[in-house]
């Protein structure tokens, strides 16, 4: 049998004790939890990056309770919830405000939803707040030690729970217009793009392209990884979420482009 | 039966293998141990901050032992301790410079203290720079297997160790004297300030306040949490250590009103 | 028996889930492995800085499987490996880039290479750009949970791997010619000198010191930590890796002699 796991996404950063009290809170619980830092680092307040990455990242991750806090009305009306989704031994917690909303849909969707808010397994005094050490950290350890999430708090509707909603590319005069959805620490930067809507745009693996940003045309290649194009050259590829990227061999796309989260990219063929 | 536990915290940072090195020590000499990061990001030499880390998060994590280092006399004069406080199970391991002393207060006091500066159980040849990995980690090793701390070096007066001095708050012509004692990642200003020197002040929550801070004086409002004030607010508010904080609402209090460590912030009633 | 290690060093940085998805693939598949994180602060595409950093952290580890992960070249030609070296119990697996050689040389030597870049054991479909996830976490599971190398890819000859040279110092006209190796989070720079360099070159402990960096000449005092010279004065010591380093006391020797990376130093005597 191996440890209960519980994974822990949050934008609390590394400078301060924040994370080491929620991972103390834990251990103090469920002592047999082993628990996996998934990320810190979510720029502060930013809901929709920290849903992307767990998007992205709880499918490798073992099944088990996955906690994630990016809560900028901590202690205001948003909800608190427990969630469990339809793939098997998945639970979900932290705040109901769109950051789980993706990972559930990955996993199949919500089948019960506990608001945990007035739960009697928070730590008492709550914190108006850091409900991470008082409320979401101590639930997802009861979770992790077996607790049925129904008893943890009060059911409700999982069609009432807040969902994040991404832009949606489009195709305008033959360019496929896309937007930037995430950046990473190397300056590459993630669209809101599929292998199959660069296809439907008639653009193929190969071909050099015209990438549109920031008011400047640039050109770009279309490959598989950052070695097919010349350091300080333009790739587009697809990358290891299966989505389509912006990257600079050996530099920063996100730098050179001068892109900014949620900016308009039209790429389009060079034919 | 849980795995022993120590906790470590320090102002290694991140971008080294200091933290590392330390956990692999550790895991060499106590492969049972259980290491849980309390924060690595504590300013380079900041014993003050290192202190009010370790205070307020101690609490919150499982009786053990609890390794500090922030240790600008690395190699110097200053004496390396292990300490035994009146908590049951509750040992602190590091210099003796300060680090530890709010940490034993809030655990009871001192009631046993070894000199660990010439333990048989360092890590040979000791370094005269890294005493994290030579010192302090082989000794919070040991300790977690279960060795007397007594069978780790000399014997030493607790009444002989460094004590942290933290400036008091004070009433001046009706207005609350307070000082930043330590700025988060959010920017949220902590204050030498309980709630109860607010009441003796004449101050209360949902009043408006005047706060001032690098010569000029701003209006606050003394609420619970960030939800409270509209975006770019001033809010005075008890944070989650129970002491006063100055937070902006979706911003940075540290920014927006230009405050160092130390400063003066003087709060009294808008009535 | 002890659970399984697994060490791990990356330049992933914390800003995203880089880290955080190795780790969550190792859980899947080697559920006992334990896993401890040198460092993933090491400088983006910066291979000798983290063939510096393994060299010099994993003796103080547990012998394991040593996972690292710095690779610029990932998704093109360069060759993946696992490799057994001569000191029991210990396999490097990462790029073959010169990554692995120091810490290999610092274990006696590679004695069976492997080549995995084609791996059963990878996980499909394999990224063209995140191989920490698709095939080095992987493979790194594979073997702490016991598998042999050899059943894990194709046999290569270990005299073909990439080696990383570093620059040697010299001697000219009376001083030693040093170079920068390694800058760590406190400014302090690691120069390629050992103490018997120094010996021959005729510098004792306790002497002053003239160190040319950068186009000016400064006093230092060759000392053995950082107390020994006064704040903001420039220290010459033998660091905690036993190589010599600058520092100031209290301050950053990188900022103060405007060094960077490969910079030129000159140490000579003072009499």
Known sequence: MSAPVITFLSDYGHDDDFVGVCHGVIARLAPE?????????????????????????????????????????????????ALRVADAGRLLVGPDNGLLSLAAEEFGGVVEAIDIGRSPFRLEPVSATF????????IAAQLAIGADPASL????????????????????????????????????????????????AGLRLGQPMAVSAAGTVHTAHYGRTFGDVAPGELLVYEDAHRTLALAVSRGSAAVRLGIVLD?????SSLR
Chains 1, 2, 3 share one sequence.
């Not at 409900?131 to 101590?138: I, Q, S, T, V, W």
């Not at 590319?169 to 809507?197: K, W």
């Open 33 to 81: 939890a082993r628990v996996i830092d998934v990320s810190h680092g979510i720029p502060r307040h930013d809901i929709r990056a920290g849903a992307l990455l767990l998007r992205g990242s709880l499918p490798f991750m073992p099944a088990g309770v996955h906690l994630a806090v990016v809560d900028p009305d901590v202690g205001a009306a948003r909800r608190a919830v």
């Open 131 to 138: 409900h991470g050490r008082d409320l979401f950290a101590p």
């Open 153 to 200: 708090g009060d059911p409700c509707d999982p069609d009432a729970l807040v969902r994040l909603e991404l832009p949606r590319p489009t195709i305008e005069h033959g360019a496929l217009v896309a937007h930037a959805l995430y950046v990473d620490r190397f300056g590459n930067v993630q669209l809101n793009v599929s292998h199959a809507d660069l296809d439907g």
């Open 263 to 267: 900016d308009e990219i039209r790429i």
